[in-house]
């Protein structure tokens, strides 16, 4: 009995699969599904200037050929008034009709407001509440044995992508000729030679110079604005609103060159104007999310002009106005993220600990370091990085949690009921002598606020933002002239019976702004 359910189950499935592909074939136009889809347009009167031009551009073969494709037909009053530069032109015409051709068959069943079809040309248009684009289906579901054909009452143009817009707006908006700007040449790990994996990290390395490929890191950094597959909202500043958008954010990226000083603020402005998703303007909410985490402001009284493109919409705006303490936002080096220690010695490494801590007072966990140093410890450091500090002011606060905990592992418990001393030092380099911020503060036990610990004032940042992660010949640029080195010391003396631990949550720089 089993078997037999078994065999009636199969023999469902197999049915249902064969029913959805012959009801593919079993429209109401079922007839032509003997025919080709050339031999389909050629019979339709109303489709003949379509037909010539196939011809025309030998698209012919291709709907001749044992193909699964769809075809959205422009009847001949939609090609009435196509343009002679488009008509005399072969390569301009088959462009306009690879547009209208797809890889596949789409029925009026698969309609949805999601579904965008993939063109023969790489564009995708939207397939919902019987239109294709902006033109109306006036018959459809034409089965043939090659694909499915509809009738439509526009011919529809390939549209610019926005970065294909970008590239062909750039002489006229100073945003645009910024972004297209942005060119280097990187190594794409795609076509480059592995040359072995880091047994520290695990991740693999590439053969320098191998690989290389020029690259705009707008497309690489924000998002790739030439992909199809993805919709996006861009927003142009016009040349006045950029320059008043930069102008505002100059003061926090000096630099030894003006010129490094203005591509800063310019990619500090640029970063947050590409949003993912596509907001028509009936869609369009006041404030828009970037990728970083920044609000964008789009009153509708700013917007001067909308541009439907291929992968999403343009809005022209007179401004667009981000907040400063977004565009300059804190910076948090966490503490157990460190990226390296004064010693190798793993008689001294084993006594540092990589915690998961609950915080009474927020009953959230987090993750902090411990160095159980006790009485050896003296000038033991522990090293970090950022590259997120600007040219400003920052007050500067610590979160560091000094206890004593059993450590877990069935020995001695460690750590220290003591007031704790340890200090912070930023340097301009991981072994330069001159020290920017030196500051310390008595750290408390069981303590998990906040505490200010002083100013830091950056004076420089030598570095573009828009650079790629690394050079060619496979050099990383995670550690640049901007780089600014930070220390968490034990101090090189203590008070009889208290120990050398240092330990950190979080340090918070936290910018004064105008």
């Known amino acids: 009995m089993k078997n037999y359910i078994l065999m009636i189950g199969v023999a469902a499935a197999l049915l249902t699969g064969s029913c959805k592909k012959w009801d593919d074939h079993t429209t109401i136009n079922s007839p032509a599904f003997n025919e080709t889809l050339m031999e389909q347009i050629n019979k339709n009167p109303d489709l003949s200037v379509l037909a010539g031009y196939i011809v025309k551009t030998g698209l012919d073969s291709l709907l001749n050929a044992s193909k699964n494709l769809t075809v959205f037909a422009p009847d001949n009053s939609a090609l009435s008034n196509l343009s002679q530069d488009i008509v005399s032109d072969p390569t301009q015409l088959k462009a306009l009709l690879l547009n209208h051709i797809s890889a596949k068959a789409y029925y009026t069943r698969d309609e949805s407001v999601l579904l965008r079809v993939p063109m023969l040309n790489g564009k995708r248009i939207a397939f919902n509440n019987g239109h294709w684009g902006n033109a109306a289906l006036t018959q459809s579901d034409i089965a043939v044995k090659n694909g499915v054909l509809h009738v439509v009452d526009k ?5 610019p992508n926005i ?6 707006q750039k002489s006229n908006y100073a ?3 910024y972004i297209s700007s942005l060119k280097y040449m990187a190594q794409d790990p795609a076509l480059a030679t592995l040359d072995s994996i880091n047994p520290q990290t695990g991740e693999p390395v590439y053969k320098p110079n191998t690989g290389i490929v020029e690259i705009n890191t707008y497309r690489t950094k924000v998002y790739d604005i030439a992909n199809e597959d993805s919709l996006y909202t861009y ?7 950029f320059n008043t958008e930069k102008t505002a954010l100059l003061p926090y990226f000096k630099a030894g060159s003006a010129d490094t000083a203005n591509m800063n603020a310019a990619w500090s402005v640029v970063k947050d104007l590409t949003v993912k998703g596509m907001y028509t303007t009936s869609q369009l909410p006041a404030v828009l999310l970037s990728k970083f985490g920044v609000h964008i ?3 509708a009284s700013a917007i001067l002009q909308t541009q439907e493109v291929s992968n999403g919409i343009v809005y022209i705006v007179n401004a667009a106005p981000a907040l400063l303490s ?3 936002p804190a910076v948090y080096v966490q503490g157990e993220t460190p990226i390296g220690f004064s010693t190798t010695d793993p008689k001294t490494l084993v006594k ?4 998961q801590r609950m915080n009474p007072e927020t009953g959230l966990s987090f993750n902090d370091i411990y160095a159980n140093l006790g009485s050896s410890g003296a000038n033991f450091y522990i090293n970090y990085f950022s590259n997120d500090l600007y040219t400003v002011k920052y007050k500067v606060y610590w979160v560091a949690l000094s206890d004593r905990v059993l450590s877990g592992q069935g020995d001695d418990a460690y750590g220290s009921d003591s007031t704790l001393s340890q200090l912070v030092q930023i340097r301009p380099g991981a072994d330069a002598d001159s020290i920017l911020f030196n500051s310390a503060a008595p750290l408390l036990p069981n303590t998990y606020t906040e505490i200010y610990i002083g100013d830091f004032t950056n004076t420089d940042y030598n570095w573009l933002l828009s650079y790629p992660p690394g050079t060619p010949d496979g050099k990383s640029y995670i550690y640049n002239p901007a780089t600014k080195y930070i220390r968490l010391l034990a101090p090189s003396s203590v008070t009889s019976g208290k120990p050398y631990n240092i330990t950190l949550d979080y340090l918070k720089f936290v910018p004064v702004l105008d």
């Open 352 to 355: 540092v600990f990589y915690r």
């Open 297 to 299: 402001p789009l009153n």
């Open 175 to 177: 945003q645009n000729a």
């Open 155 to 159: 011919a529809i143009s390939p549209l």
């Open 326 to 328: 977004e565009k300059i």
């Open 163 to 168: 970065w294909e817009f970008i590239e062909a």
């Open 235 to 241: 927003i142009l500043l016009t040349d006045a609103a």
